[in-house]
């Protein structure tokens, strides 16, 4: 059972950059962007073939992230620029980067057996025996990393920009900001984030597959939903740690409910029950609420 908890805790922490990529859309700019569930795999598959190529695993995590914020781009200019509703834009660009990536694949699926990764890296220089012990290290180290770097560019000029943009995005225009750039630039931000993730990711698992990123987005909204109703949504920094606590929580449910003996193939069907009920839970508490207030005074 700890050996089981101990996975779901490394996976959650390395799953949960892609969940505040999906923050970064979803709350703080308000906008559905469905390219997260390609972005996540072209950030695997472009660690994966680099990596087969010989590039040092850094560099080629670097090169993922470039390849994210390329994805972004191009969904913030078909929304910005040629005025396409984003739903639609992040369409479009999942459905078209799901050939890039086999592209860049050559195939399939791309095995990391036998190459360097960062997980082998830090394995070699902490003395593990397994590359996977080093899981847990990587993913607080990248973590932490991803949520002090992120605290401090929301809590700059730019910053309160693309928080005031998912907001009020009529009043921020009317103070002078250009809130198409704020959007791409969200976005580029997000996407960035969520293909960092999924290269950390390719190399936990040891293999990058185009299908990978399937329902990547209703994850990412799990865990974040889940961090909100243990942290709350008041305070950005509180907000950010939330979301890695729920991308841990959410794996951590996982696993026990694997253990229970649930069937894999229906843990799509569990996690976009547990999200429909996590995005109710407010309503769900409102409604409670009013009915025993209804009832105490029919008592009285």
Request: aromatic fraction near 8%; proline fraction near 1%; hydrophobic fraction near 55%.
């Amino acid at each position: 059972m700890l050996d089981i908890v101990k996975g779901a805790v490394s996976q959650g922490l390395l799953w949960s950059i892609m969940a505040i990529g999906i923050y970064i859309t979803y709350r703080i700019l308000d906008i559905s962007d469905l390219t997260s569930e390609g972005s996540f795999t072209l950030g695997a598959a472009t660690l994966a073939s680099l990596s087969v190529a010989g590039v040092h695993p850094l560099l080629a995590l670097l090169m993922s992230m470039v390849a994210g914020g390329l994805a972004g781009l191009v969904t913030g200019l078909m929304h910005t620029k040629l005025k396409i509703p984003t739903l639609l834009a992040g369409i479009l660009s999942m459905t078209g980067i799901y050939s890039v990536n086999l592209r860049i694949m050559g195939k399939a699926n791309v095995s990391l057996n036998n190459q360097e990764t960062i997980l082998s890296l830090v394995a070699k220089w902490l003395g593990l025996s397994r590359e996977r012990d080093a899981a847990l290290i990587v993913g607080i180290f990248f973590a932490l990393v991803v949520v002090v770097l992120l605290y401090l560019l929301l809590n700059t000029e730019f910053g309160y920009a693309l928080r005031a943009t998912g907001t009020n995005e009529n009043m921020i225009r009317a103070s002078g900001v250009n809130t198409n750039f704020t959007k791409v630039a969200g976005l580029v931000l997000g996407n960035a984030l969520i293909a960092l993730s999924g290269g950390l990711v390719c190399q936990y698992n040891g293999y990058a597959d185009v299908a990978m990123g399937i329902g990547a987005i209703v994850i990412g909204l799990a865990s974040v939903i889940i961090g909100e109703v243990f942290f709350g949504r008041s305070r950005i920094f509180l907000s950010l740690v939330g979301v890695v606590f729920g991308s841990i929580i959410y794996r951590i449910i996982v696993a026990l409910v694997l253990r229970a003996g649930f069937p894999a193939n229906d843990m799509r069907l569990f996690t976009a029950i547990l999200v429909a009920i996590a995005i109710s839970l407010p309503q769900i508490k409102a409604n409670l609420q009013s009915f025993l207030a209804s009832r105490k005074e029919e008592a009285e």
